[in-house]
Antibody, heavy 119, light 108 residues
Framework: QVQLVQSGDEVKKPGASVKVSCKTSTFSSITYGFHWVRQAPGQGLEWMGWINPRNGNTNYADNVHGRVTMTTDASTRTTYMELTGLRSDDTAIYYC????????????WGQGTLVTVTS | SYVLTQPPSVSEAPGKTATITCGGDNIGIKSVHWYQQKPGQAPLLVIFSDGGRPSGIPVRFSGSNSGNTATLMISRVEVGDEADYYCQVWDSRGDHPVFGGGTKLTVL
């Protein structure tokens, strides 16, 4: 069982940046990486990117590439997602998810962090 | 990017079998995963790799995948199964997951 605990909700102005954290119970051998998935109000799930904490490799979705940075801190078992140049359509719940070794599915999810972008 | 198509909504009576489809080009050769999302909650993996069930998921949940359609079936459906359900596959070209648009299951 992997537990993911995310940081609290945020309210930001357009053009600002937000950094969401996700503390995990383990960076064990079963962990291949972490994904970030967001969900706009009333909408479906949108993949944003993933990071492999072992080597720092990342893969970002085209629609946020250039504005998103994912990092990890192994000493605290924490993964971060920073999004810059916030716009109103970035308003969403942001989820971090666990990606197990050899899997193509996301087996554990954080509780979500609501980021509201408003002037 | 690979496209997954789900019906926006499905309704079924309690005790019956609810069926939710996920369409994609030759999806039968891919592994399909399903997530349940209840209002105000994070998604929960209910089916992995077409038909596998994570620990704690009732046996009432099952899945199949063939041709151009994957299917999630919930037998003896209960009011507590009302939720949005999302299918997901891996896009090997882009090396990332792809989600279907989601299906709202109503049990009435």
């Amino acid at each position: 069982q992997v537990q993911l605990v995310q940081s609290g909700d945020e309210v930001k102005k357009p053009g600002a940046s937000v950094k969401v954290s996700c503390k995990t119970s383990t960076f064990s051998s079963i962990t291949y990486g972490f994904h970030w998935v967001r969900q706009a109000p009333g909408q479906g799930l949108e993949w944003m990117g993933w990071i492999n904490p072992r080597n720092g490799n990342t893969n970002y979705a085209d629609n946020v590439h250039g504005r998103v940075t994912m990092t990890t801190d192994a000493s605290t078992r924490t993964t971060y997602m920073e999004l810059t140049g916030l716009r109103s359509d970035d308003t969403a719940i942001y989820y971090c998810t666990h990606w197990g070794e050899g899997n193509s599915f996301l087996d554990y999810w954080g509780q979500g962090t609501l980021v509201t972008v408003t002037s | 990017s690979y496209v997954l198509t789900q019906p926006p909504s499905v309704s079924e009576a309690p005790g019956k079998t609810a069926t939710i489809t996920c369409g994609g080009d030759n999806i039968g050769i891919k592994s399909v995963h399903w997530y349940q999302q209840k209002p105000g909650q994070a998604p929960l993996l209910v089916i992995f790799s077409d038909g596998g069930r994570p620990s704690g998921i009732p046996v009432r949940f099952s899945g199949s995948n063939s041709g151009n359609t994957a299917t999630l079936m919930i037998s003896r459906v209960e009011v507590g199964d009302e939720a949005d359900y999302y299918c997901q596959v891996w896009d090997s070209r882009g090396d990332h997951p792809v989600f279907g648009g989601g299906t709202k299951l109503t049990v009435l």
